[in-house]
């Protein structure tokens, strides 16, 4: 039998259900906001006989929005952009607890996160 | 099938539907990402250049990660603290083995890993229950930074005392080394990491790991994006198949019975294991 006292000390250092809920809320509209954008990136791409295959630059694809590729590509980015989205909701949740250490522990799986645009051709 | 792509796209787009929704089923479920399955489906059975697939690969990580994470009560289970803490090490580790890749044979880090996960199989095998560590001190890393966590079952609340912090951490990054090596999100290392070394109870290593490897994978996709190396028409439907995949493991995972979670687990990282112990040997291309 688990000690009740501990129990809830244990509780309250979990994600707070406000807290929680705004995530959720975040993610569900980046993720299916994400999956709605490729999903049309893809009607249009496939109705106007658009050649999608093939990787090619981010920057150049989406000065062609709105193709069906730059399209899908957005939604791409979107959905790719939740971790780093949900990592800075945490920082911020573990700041006003006055958690120094996990805020800058959080910040840094951020920082690793974003560490791959520093990469050049 | 190598032109379907080109000949009946829409037939190609809902064959990676279903390829990438089995694959986010199963990642979800275990958290390991799934793209151990995504990868061979979408280069043995249409054809995908292997490079484009390793990129999807990475998308459907991220995406089984998040879709996993919309699922009401997953923040009980998940440890945001020990995920985060193992990350920091594991991403930094990852990007010195990516560093370093060109260094060690290639066929070495294969031999390696696999071996490596045979061992992960087997210790899973021995112990097939939680261990108890509701009595034991907390160590004192976990006592500093609250990882210690509870757990919610049918049994009512379970706590536990996370042990051998560093242990754990160091582990982390010797897996995110040889993932950076491999390109692998090391899923598999990451559970082992918390359920044998840590003793967090195994529901909850799944979990956590499945928000680390979304963090991981965002790391290697975020380069992918920026080398613009992401091709659209394998990764969009590739990320709309993961969805409701991930989305109904990640409702599995707390109705389904500890024992069978942990045989699924245990055959999927024994065939990953095997498969990398064929390519290192030659026999799989």
Redo the contacts between chains.
């Keep these: ?3 009740p006292t ?2 809830e000390h ?2 309250a ?3 707070d259900p406000d807290t ?1 809920s705004i ?2 809320k975040m ?2 509209i ?2 299916w906001g ?2 709605v954008l ?2 049309l ?2 009607w249009i791409a ?1 109705r106007s006989g658009e050649h ?7 920057v150049e694809t989406l000065r062609t929005l709105p193709s069906g ?1 730059s399209l ?2 957005l ?3 979107i ?2 952009a ?3 989205v ?2 800075l909701l ?1 920082a911020g949740w573990f700041a006003r607890r006055g ?1 120094r ?2 805020t800058l ?2 910040l ?2 951020v920082a ?6 520093l ?1 050049r ?1 | 099938m190598p032109d379907l ?2 000949s009946n ?2 037939l190609f ?1 809902l064959t990676v539907v279903v390829i990438a929704t089995a694959a986010g089923f199963i990642g979800s479920l275990i958290g390991l990402g799934g793209g151990a399955l995504l990868v061979p489906g979408l280069v043995m059975l249409l054809g995908v250049p292997m490079k ?1 697939a390793v ?1 999807a690969s990475l ?1 459907a990580v ?2 089984t ?3 996993a ?2 699922i ?1 009560g997953r ?2 289970l ?1 440890n ?2 020990v995920g ?2 193992l ?2 090490v594991a ?2 580790a990852s ?1 010195i083995g990516a560093v370093t890749a060109l260094m060690v044979s290639a066929t070495a880090l294969q031999f390696t890993f696999g071996g490596v996960l045979l061992v992960i199989a087997g210790l899973t095998m021995r112990g097939m229950q939680d261990e108890d560590t ?1 009595g034991q001190p907390s160590h004192p890393w976990s006592r ?3 990882l ?3 757990e919610d079952s049918a049994d ?4 536990y005392h996370v042990q051998q912090v560093p242990l754990g951490v160091s582990i982390m990054g010797i897996a995110g080394v040889i993932a950076g090596m491999l390109g692998l999100g090391a899923g598999a290392v990451k559970v082992l990491s918390m359920d044998i070394c840590m003793k967090m109870p195994f529901r909850s290593s799944t979990v956590t790991s499945n928000f680390m490897i ?2 991981t ?17 394998v ?3 590739v ?2 198949g993961i ?1 409701p995949g991930a989305m109904l493991g990640s409702w599995m995972v707390s109705r389904i019975q500890l024992r069978s979670l942990r045989l699924v687990f245990l055959a999927f990282v024994a065939l990953t294991g095997v498969q990398m112990l064929l390519k290192a040997s030659g026999v799989l291309s």
Excluded: C, K, N, W
């Excluded at chain 1, 999608?52 to 981010?58: H, K, Y």
């Excluded at chain 2, 994978?217 to 028409?233: E, H, K, N, Q, T």
């Design positions: 039998m688990s000690d501990e129990v244990l509780r250092q979990r994600l929680s995530q959720r993610i569900r980046l993720v994400s999956v490729i999903v990136g893809q496939l999608v295959e093939g990787p090619r630059d981010v590729r899908m590509l939604g791409l980015m959905g790719l939740t971790p780093v949900r990592s945490l958690e250490a996990m522990i959080a840094a799986v690793i996160m974003l560490s791959g645009l990469l051709h | 792509q080109a796209p829409v787009d484009t990129a998308v991220v995406f990660s998040s879709a994470a919309m009401r923040d009980t998940t945001y603290r985060l803490l990350e920091t991403g930094v990007v509701s500093a930074l609250r210690d966590g509870v009512g609340p379970r706590i979304g963090a994978a965002a790391a290697g996709s975020v380069a992918f994006l920026r080398l613009g190396l992401i091709d659209p028409a990764a969009g439907p990320a709309v969805v």
